[in-house]
């Protein structure tokens, strides 16, 4: 079985600063890797994924996730928030096995203020 | 906007109630879901349709019950709740039918935020 762990439930960070939000993973076998957003209000959204190639992926918002098989992380960094990044990020991860879905972590509310 | 559309947005009822949720997605996907979004807790997979036939029931009571008319509508029926069963319900849609697991993209609605009294 696989699981996601993110460790922290809110990150309150300040306009233009860096954030990391961090996503741990477990499984048996290789696996992709995923993060999705959900703005207020709104349904979940892709952000970025890995599924093979380089371990550094990004997203065109200026997000980005680096895929660390030893230490089964793919933590999510943004160098320089915007109060817009307001949302919840969920990491979510699959086995590779062709089960029909992910599975997600609990979320990450990141809470940008002025 | 996603594409995939979810009404109501929000719904009160009682536990001797009977209501449904609705999801309508225009995108061609041939796979739609139904998700349980609890606070502070994993988003879990509820039910999973391709082409319109149910391929996976993750263990969720009866009391829920889907249905899926065509590949653009999916219902959620909803049938004696407990209070515990309030949250929001997400409704999603693929091309394939691996729920996002193979990368391809879920795309999400809004939700209907449940509360049942």
């Known amino acids: 079985a696989q699981s996601v762990t993110q460790l922290d439930s809110q990150v309150p960070v300040f306009e233009e600063a860096p954030v990391e939000l961090r996503c741990n993973y477990s499984?048996?076998?290789?696996?992709?890797l995923f993060w999705y957003v959900q703005y207020p209000n709104q349904g979940l959204q892709l952000l970025l994924k890995?599924?093979?190639?380089?371990?550094l992926v990004e997203s065109i918002n200026g997000f980005e996730a680096e895929f660390n098989k030893s230490q089964t992380s793919f933590h999510l960094r943004k160098p320089s928030v915007h109060i817009s990044d307001t949302a919840e990020y969920f990491c979510?991860?699959?086995?590779?096995?062709?089960?029909?879905?992910?599975?997600f972590g609990s979320g990450t509310r990141l809470q940008v203020q002025p | 906007e996603t594409g995939v559309t979810q009404t109501p947005r929000h719904l009160v009822m009682g536990m001797t109630n009977k209501k449904s949720l609705k999801c309508e997605q225009h995108?061609?996907?041939?796979?739609m879901y139904w998700y349980k979004q609890s606070a502070k807790k994993p988003l879990e997979l509820m039910f999973v349709?391709?082409?319109?036939?149910?391929?996976e029931n993750n263990s969720v009571p009866s009391r829920f019950s889907p249905e899926c008319p065509n590949s653009s509508h999916l219902f959620l029926h909803l049938h004696t709740l407990q209070p515990e069963d309030s949250a929001l319900y997400l409704c999603?849609?693929?091309?394939?039918?691996?729920?996002?697991?193979?990368?391809?993209?879920?795309?999400f609605g809004s939700g209907t935020q449940l509360s049942v009294l």
């Open positions: 999603a849609s693929s091309q394939g039918n691996t729920g996002g697991a193979s990368g391809e993209k879920l795309f």
């Open positions: 979510a991860v699959s086995d590779l096995r062709g089960r029909r879905a992910l599975t």
């Open positions: 499984s048996s076998v290789s696996v992709y």
């Open positions: 890995y599924l093979s190639g380089s371990t």
């Open positions: 995108l061609g996907h041939n796979a």
């Open positions: 349709y391709n082409f319109k036939e149910q391929t």
